[in-house]
């Protein structure tokens, strides 16, 4: 199966003075405590996400930077913690200092239309570093946006957000009230909560649930080193999901989409890897628990809802068994994730320090397929691509996010963004061929 030829086009970005957007009125000049889910080691760090639109004839009398600007500076008047700046208190304790600096803003234009991308839509995106604006430092700096207009009248959007702020779900809930006042409206249509307090640890915090997610375990070989790691997206649409669907046992036919797709790529991952027999391995599912509490998180709710139970086996066994022992380790896996187990995650977080998740053989997955970014609507309709820029980032330099996409042919599917290490990368993509070797469609849609 061979690779879909990524775009070969190299183009030049011209970006003004980046400038701060504040809120548009006056805001709380106060401090507000992140929750303790927020707070972990292993969420401080910027996630960029892309929107990407196409030329809207009835907007041809607007300019989509400016467009963009007003709504940004209106839309903080209501998410002003994301104008303020992170801080960092006693015991590692972080919290937003809501001082009403604002946004780094950052107009740009590039020499190139969206069609020259031809089939690139998707990471990694051609000349990323110069539509991508990119920051290391996580305390006492502002969050990033560039809006670059493109030649043909398109344009593509990107936000820099610090993960410690809000996850996936609460993100798109600020793009969608961004974008709502993009097209006029004067508040949105979900009024954001801060809330962070029903996520904080009990007093005295206590431990009641199994945390393998956070166990501290030996990397005994190089598989998973970050050295010489290239990023490739693959695209599972219609035939492919239907392919994997066969797999399963009729007792799990019904599993979804996500659970077939992640045991087919942590199967195929571990063997790339070539990670000895006996050795554990785990895959750890980012589970939005905003319906798990009782009663639920309200609505509005922005903060980091999320868990990441992880389903343990050996090397061995995943991938000696048939498919189904991983799609049923998966099935099983998301329901540990109840009220109880959020707070026994905060607990646990504060009694350890913050510390971070294992990375060590360890694959992580995101489903971003309910955040529905491609519908954010800032006056040009739906965007082309929206989802993360180039996979994943800083401890989750691992993570794979399973993003709706169109492909070139107009197929509705999912498109994976994979980093690995270059060899690991080629024998990743023979697993994957071996799976899919009575079809001849392309897979692969790209290296970076």
């Known amino acids: 199966m061979a690779s879909l030829p990524s775009s070969p086009i190299v183009f030049t970005v011209r970006r003004c003075q980046p400038e701060l957007v ?11 405590l992140l929750s303790d889910i927020d707070d972990q080691n292993g969420l401080r760090f910027h996630v960029p996400v892309i929107q990407i639109y196409r030329k809207e004839p009835s907007m041809a009398e607007k300019d989509p930077v400016e467009v963009i600007r007003k709504a940004l500076s209106q839309t903080l008047v209501f998410y002003y913690p994301f104008a303020g700046r992170l801080r960092e ?17 950052i107009e740009a234009d590039a020499d190139v239309t969206l069609d020259q991308f031809a089939d690139a839509l998707h990471p990694p995106f051609p000349c990323h570093q110069q539509l991508v604006p990119s920051s290391e430092q996580v305390f006492n700096t502002p969050l990033l946006v560039q809006v670059t207009r493109l030649k043909c009248g398109g344009f593509i959007l990107v936000m820099n957000l610090n993960h410690t702020m809000a996850d996936g779900a609460g993100l798109s809930q600020f793009m969608n009230a961004w974008a709502e006042m993009a097209r006029g409206v004067t508040k949105p249509s979900i009024s954001p909560l801060w809330r962070r307090e029903l996520l904080m640890a009990r007093d005295p915090p206590r431990i009641t649930c199994n945390h393998r997610e956070y166990e501290q375990v030996p990397d005994t070989n190089n598989g998973t080193s970050t050295d010489n790691m290239v990023l490739r997206s693959f695209f599972f649409g219609p035939a ?7 797999l399963v046992p009729p007792h799990l036919r019904r599993c979804s989409t996500f659970d077939i797709i992640t045991a087919c790529l942590w199967r195929c ?17 980012l589970v939005n628990a905003r319906s798990r509490l009782n009663p639920p998180l309200p609505v509005g709710y922005y903060g980091n809802a999320i868990a ?4 343990v086996t050996t090397a061995g066994k995943l991938c000696g068994n048939p498919f189904g022992y991983a799609v049923e380790l998966l099935n099983k896996l998301k329901g540990e994730v109840t ?7 905060a607990d646990f977080l504060v009694i350890m320090t913050r510390c971070s998740f294992t990375t060590v053989r360890t694959f992580i997955i995101s489903d971003l397929t309910r955040a529905r970014f491609r519908e954010v609507n800032f006056g040009w309709g739906d965007a082309v691509y929206g989802g993360v820029a180039q996979g994943g980032a800083g401890p989750f330099l691992g993570v794979t996010y399973q ?17 690995l290490p270059s060899q690991a990368m080629d024998r990743f993509e023979k697993e994957l061929n071996d799976i899919f070797r009575s079809q001849s469609r392309s897979f692969i849609m790209s290296t970076l």
């Not at 504040?22 to 507000?32: F, I, R």
């Not at 991952?269 to 599912?285: G, N, P, S, Y």
């Open 339 to 345: 009220e109880e187990y959020m707070h026994s995650v």
């Open 240 to 246: 492919e999901i239907a392919t994997l669907r066969g």
């Open 308 to 311: 990441y139970p992880a389903a």
């Open 403 to 419: 993003v709706p996409y169109k492909n070139a042919k107009g197929e509705e599917g999912i498109v994976l963004p994979i980093w």
């Open 22 to 32: 504040a809120p548009a009125t006056a805001t709380p000049n106060e401090l507000k």
């Open 269 to 285: 991952r571990t063997k790339a890897l070539q990670i000895e027999a006996h050795e554990d391995v785990r895959t750890m599912c």
């Open 89 to 105: 208190g006693p015991g590692r304790k972080l919290m937003v200092d809501c001082t009403g600096e604002g946004v780094l803003f």
